[in-house]
C-alpha cells in the first residue's frame, strides 16, 4: 500500500505516518511545504518514508506527489480560528482553493480513497450537546467555514466522480510535537510551555469554556479505520473522544500532572471561540469501529512528558 500523506510533516501528520507504517503500509509520502510543519517531526522514521515538498495550492506538484498512491491522507491546512480572521485570504486560498486540487489530482490519478481533516470548528454553538454529525453546521469562523467547504467537496467528488473520501471531523488534536512557537498555536501546546518554563498561562475569557480534546494517536487510529471501512463514502464523521473539559480544570489537571503551582492570567475572549464542544462518538464507534485508547489524563500524562523532554 502506497500512501501520501499532505501536512505529513504537521504534529498530526506525522503521527498518522508512524501509525501507517506501524499498520504496514509500504511507503508513505508526507507532501508539505513546511509552513507550519517541521523536517524534524520525521527524523528517525525509516527508509519507507519520503518528505516531497510542494504546497497544496500548486496542482501539478500535488498530482506528481499522488502518481501511484492507493490512499492520500489530507491533513494539510492553515489552521487557527484567530488566524483565518485576521488574514482571511491564504487560509481561504489553502483550505478551499488547495483541498479541490487534493480531490481533483487524486480523481485524476486514481487514487482510491480521500481521508480529509474536517473540523469540529464546522458546528459553531450548538444547543445541544454532544454535537451530532446530523446537526446543521453552523460555522462562526472564516477557518469553520472552509473547512466545512472542504466536506462538501469530499463529498461532491463521490457522488459526482467516483472518488471514494470520508470526512473526519477532528476535535481539539493535541499531543506530542504539537509546535508551541507560533502566535496561533493550539491551547494545550500552550499550556505545556507555560508548565515547563514555570510561566502563567494566558486564559481567553472566563476559562469555562470547553473542550474535546483528542489524543493524537486516537485520531491517528480512526484515520486509519476510516481509510478501510466499507460503506462509508462521501459521509462525514466525529473524530474526538466523546468527554469535555473546561480550560480552567484542564490547567489545574495540569498543574496536578506536572507537581507545580502556577495560577493561569485571565484575558479577554476571542472572537469566533466556539463556547463548549463535545463529540458524539457513536456513529464512529457503529460505522468505522472508533475505538479510543486514551482518557484525557493519560493523553495529557504523555504529551507532558514529550514536552519535558524536548523543551529541556
Ligand atoms: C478549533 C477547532 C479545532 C481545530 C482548531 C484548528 C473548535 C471547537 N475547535 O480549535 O477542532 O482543530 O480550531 O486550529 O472550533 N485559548 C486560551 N489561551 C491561549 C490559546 C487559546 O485561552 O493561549 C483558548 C481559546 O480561546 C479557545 C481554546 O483555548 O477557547 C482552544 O483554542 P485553540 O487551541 O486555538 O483551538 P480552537 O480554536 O478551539
Known sequence: MKAVVTGGAGFIGSALIRHLIAQGADSVTAFDNLNSGHRKNLEGLSSQVTLAEGDIRDYDAVAAAFSGADLVFHLAAIPSVPRSIKDPVPSHDVNINGSFNVFRAAKDTGVRRVVYA??????????????????????????????LMGEHYASVFSSCFQLETVSLRFFNVF?????????????????????????????????????????????ASLVWKAANAKGVSGKVFNAGNGNRYTLNQTWELL???????????????????????????????LELGHDPQFTFEEGLRRTFEWYRQSLA
Not at 498543574?255 to 495560577?263: N, S
Request: glycine share 8%; charged share 25%.
Open 175 to 219: 499531543g506530542p510535537r504539537q509546535d508551541p512557537n507560533s502566535a496561533y498555536s493550539g491551547v494545550l501546546s500552550l499550556f505545556m510551555k507555560a508548565l515547563i518554563e514555570g510561566k502563567s498561562p494566558t486564559i481567553f475569557g472566563d476559562g469555562e469554556q470547553s473542550r474535546d480534546f483528542t489524543y493524537v494517536e486516537d485520531v
Open 255 to 285: 498543574q496536578k500532572i506536572a507537581g507545580r503551582e502556577i495560577p493561569a492570567l485571565f484575558g479577554p475572549p476571542r472572537a469566533g471561540d466556539v463556547k463548549h464542544s463535545q463529540a458524539d462518538t457513536t456513529l464512529a464507534r
Open 118 to 147: 474536517a473540523s469540529s470548528s464546522a458546528y459553531g454553538d450548538t444547543e445541544v450537546l454532544p454535537k451530532v454529525e446530523s446537526m446543521q453546521a453552523n460555522p462562526k469562523s472564516p477557518y469553520a467555514a472552509q473547512k
